[in-house]
């Protein structure tokens, strides 16, 4: 059973700050890793993709992997209220697959 | 805004009947994948259609079936619906031939089984 493990929190941060999002996953063969936002009541919004080991960086966003540690996350500086969400991390089925496997999510809270 | 639609956005139905559900893909994406997610929960993969044919199945039973349009469009079917399908189903788009297979989504449908 491929798995992805995320701490549900809520993580509350304060405004300005850094929040740090981890993700964990099962199946060594995965290879597309995936953010996405989702605001209460609405669907998934993709924040980050990220296919090799280390950094990517887009705007106020850093998503890591490690593939070793099977270990995936996204850090957000300078949090702001708007970015209070639950934050989705996905896994692609492996090699030749296309499905994406989620985390339970993360809600981040941002106070101001 | 990704491109893609769904319809319609909410549904209330009853115990063992059926419902259908209609993706509409973002222009240029031949794939579409159908998700559920339960209140509190992360989205749980159904099944998937590339081309006009099942590319893919997740842990759902056989009343769950789709169809893929020669326009890329989609619907799913569910039969006999039970509580337990309360959910939001999520249709996602995208476009692997074209080298990436990130997943763009729509806003969903919620239904609710009373």
């Known amino acids: 059973q491929k798995e992805v493990e995320q701490n549900s929190g809520p993580l509350s941060v304060p405004e300005g700050a850094i929040a740090s999002l981890n993700c964990t996953y099962s199946?060594?063969?995965?290879?597309?890793f995936f953010w996405y936002r989702q605001y209460s009541g609405k669907s998934p919004e993709l924040i980050m993709s990220?296919?090799?080991?280390g950094d990517k960086e887009d705007g106020r966003f850093t998503a890591q992997l490690n593939k070793a540690s099977q270990y995936v996350s996204l850090l957000i500086r300078d949090s702001q209220p708007s970015d209070s969400a639950t934050y989705l991390c996905?896994?692609?089925?492996?090699?030749?697959?296309?499905?994406?496997?989620f985390g339970k999510g993360t809600k981040l809270s941002v106070i101001p | 805004e990704t491109g893609v639609t769904q319809s319609p956005t909410h549904l209330i139905k009853t115990r063992g009947q059926q419902v259908t559900l209609r993706c509409s893909s973002q222009?240029?994406?031949?794939?579409v994948s159908w998700y559920q997610q339960a209140l509190g929960q992360g989205p749980q993969f159904i099944f998937q259609?590339?081309?006009?044919?099942?590319?893919g199945r997740g842990n759902f039973p056989p009343r769950f079936s789709g169809l893929q349009f020669p326009n890329y469009s989609s619907e799913l079917n569910v039969n006999a619906l039970e509580l337990d399908d309360s959910a939001l189903y999520l249709c996602?788009?995208?476009?692997?031939?074209?080298?990436?297979?990130?997943?763009?989504f729509g806003p969903g449908t919620r239904l609710l089984v009373l």
């Open positions: 259609y590339y081309r006009e044919e099942e590319n």
């Open positions: 996905a896994v692609n089925a492996g090699a030749g697959s296309y499905q994406l496997t």
């Open positions: 996602a788009s995208s476009s692997p031939g074209q080298g990436t297979e990130t997943q763009y």
């Open positions: 990220i296919y090799s080991n």
């Open positions: 199946d060594r063969g995965s290879q597309s």
């Open positions: 222009s240029g994406h031949n794939t």
